[in-house]
């Protein structure tokens, strides 16, 4: 079974461009999250989806953050403009529901954005 | 206070040590407990999921104490592939889909 699939897996942008991350995740899998490790740190949630849906974006910054997922499938998250502290790991997941009723996320190898 | 603390560690042990991490959670609604391992720049992995009434898996075991809001994981016989970020993980209070992450434990095991 192929995993979680993200590109690119390095980028180097200065504060204020723009950068877009893809995810294309398990097949099948209808529920999509990405999440933002800050060095030292761990993951922490921005957007969940639930096919094309937005379950929970609570914790995007949507000044700057967005995030779709038109066909519910791949998805694409974009920073626009990017600030020093955006300088993290973004890890796409996907989950799969086990025997005994509790979810288990698969995450993709996360895409290292550096902001100078 | 954050919603899973963990101590940062790191913990150097020798191989063949025993170690144990500890975990806390603030929201007494949780029903879902795991222990994700995160090697250096990789990304986290399930290494098991924690049920009431503890569970074991090979060298792995770990535990669940509701009343405290307090998770363990300990290792025994430590090996030297042992050495990663052990990141303890609840599900969100609302929602068994949302998992909420400790900072995580990083444990070094020297030869």
Redesign the interface.
């Known amino acids: 079974e192929a995993g979680v699939a993200q590109s690119p897996r390095y980028k180097i942008i200065e504060k204020r461009q723009s950068v877009a991350f893809w995810c294309n995740p398990i097949s099948g899998h209808a529920t999509l999250y990405w999440y933002q490790q800050i060095l030292g740190q761990g993951p922490k949630l921005l957007i969940q989806f639930q096919n094309n849906g937005v379950v929970d974006d609570s914790q995007l910054p949507k000044d700057r953050f967005s995030a779709e997922r038109l066909k519910g499938v791949d998805s694409t998250l974009k920073i626009q403009p990017a600030k020093l502290e955006d300088s993290a790991v973004y890890l796409c997941a996907s989950i799969t529901r086990r025997p005994g009723g509790w979810n288990e996320q698969f995450f993709g190898p996360g895409t290292r954005l550096t902001v100078l | 206070r954050k919603e899973?603390e963990q101590d940062?560690g790191p913990f150097n042990v020798p191989e063949g040590a025993t170690v144990a991490f500890n975990c806390t959670y603030s929201n007494s609604a949780s029903q879902?407990f795991f222990w994700y391992r995160q090697d250096c720049r990789?990304?986290?992995?399930?290494l098991m999921?924690v049920y009431s009434s503890g569970n074991e898996d090979g060298r792995f075991t770990a535990q669940l104490n509701r009343a405290s809001q307090y998770i363990s994981l300990l290792i025994r016989d430590s090996k030297l592939s042992d050495s990663a970020t052990y990141?303890c993980?609840v599900?969100g209070a609302d929602?068994?889909?949302?998992?909420?992450?400790?900072?995580?434990t990083r444990l070094l095991v020297r030869p």
């Open positions: 899973v940062p879902s990789k990304e986290p992995k399930l999921s990141l993980v599900n929602s068994s889909y949302k998992l909420i992450f400790g900072s995580g």
